[in-house]
């Protein structure tokens, strides 16, 4: 097995290169495990444990499998695209994604812990919420480029 090492021979060669992110670290490829991740849970929770998961918004509301589907995959989705869009504007784009997704994520525990009803579906929901969270932004964070890599590539001063 041979490994090849790419070396620059000079800072503007690694500046024609650009930043290339690590290969396998797809975007999709997260926002697909996200889904299946939530959907493992809910199946879980819903059909093995046999937990009622249910939530109050005006009306009563159960959390089946295409609610548990579009939710982390509309999610996901928006993690994705708030990450580009730092990325197109702002050096250290990985870094404010990052604390802006773990304050969206701890901030969304408020609606299945007030909103669910019963302490299983309040634990339940708030499981999930956690999963699609934990996996999404693990997932988005390590297709970003750091700012010392974003910057090699361009002019940051």
Known sequence: MSTTNHTFSSTSERALQGPTRVAGRSRLAVVGVTVAAALAVWAVLSQVAGIDLQAKRGSTMH???ASVFFASAAMAF???GLLAILEHNTVNARKVWTVVALVA???SLGSPIFGGIGVG???GLASLHLVVGAVTILGLRR???PASA????VDCE
């Open 63 to 65: 959390i089946g499998a």
């Open 78 to 80: 928006a993690g994705w």
């Open 105 to 107: 994520c701890i901030t």
């Open 121 to 123: 579906a309040k634990l």
């Open 143 to 145: 297709t970003a480029l």
């Open 150 to 153: 974003r910057c090699n590539a």
